[in-house]
């Protein structure tokens, strides 16, 4: 049987070794050395992008807060803000790494000033903070984790899986430019 057996396991790995390499060549762009630029993250198509200069590098689907499209008005409202913003600092965190963006803005005190004075928000409302860009939770069962991007289930932020945000962190400076549209 053994006989047999090694020239069938032969034949299956010459069929499928040119697949494998086809695979592992498809992805070179997030491995690539190339400076980020630019994130882009669109929430309707819960996407994030990696731009070099104009040209796109790599994309990862994403989780958002649950509170719907439009901008983040509050802190509570579960909304991911809209808008441009810059990453300010890497930090540990219990999302593993946190990438905390500028938020609120110059735009978002504005228009949150505004729905105060307005009447639309209670006096005792906040406009928020601690908005960013991080893993699952870092004690969450493993096999809960690669579930997490089919709900949106941050408070606002923006979540990628474990592998993700390492990469991620690895590639995008403090500085960099981030967009968040609808």
């Not at 032969?10 to 498809?26: I, K, Q, W």
């Not at 939770?137 to 408070?155: E, G, N």
Request: with cysteine.
């Amino acid at each position: 049987m053994n006989r047999l057996l090694r020239p069938l396991i032969a034949v299956a790995l010459t069929l499928v070794a040119p697949c494998a390499s086809h695979t592992a060549a498809a992805a070179p762009t997030r491995a690539s050395a190339d400076k980020i630029t630019r994130v882009r993250i669109a929430k309707q198509a819960h996407s994030l992008e990696l731009f070099a200069g104009d040209r796109l590098v790599a994309r990862y689907s994403v989780a958002i807060g649950p509170g719907g499209a439009g901008p983040k008005l509050r802190e509570g409202d579960k909304v991911t803000p809209t808008g441009r913003y810059h990453v300010v600092r890497h930090q540990p965190s219990r999302y593993k790494t946190f990438l905390r963006l500028d938020y609120p803005n110059a735009t978002d005190r504005a228009r949150f000033a505004k729905l105060k004075r307005e009447g639309q928000l209670p006096r005792s409302a906040s406009i928020g903070g601690d908005i960013g860009i991080h893993g699952p939770p870092v004690d969450m069962d493993p096999l809960t984790k690669p579930l997490l991007k089919r709900v949106d289930w941050t408070l606002g932020c923006i979540a990628v899986n474990e592998d993700e945000i390492t990469e991620i962190s690895s590639r995008v400076a403090d500085g960099t430019v981030v967009d968040i549209d609808d």
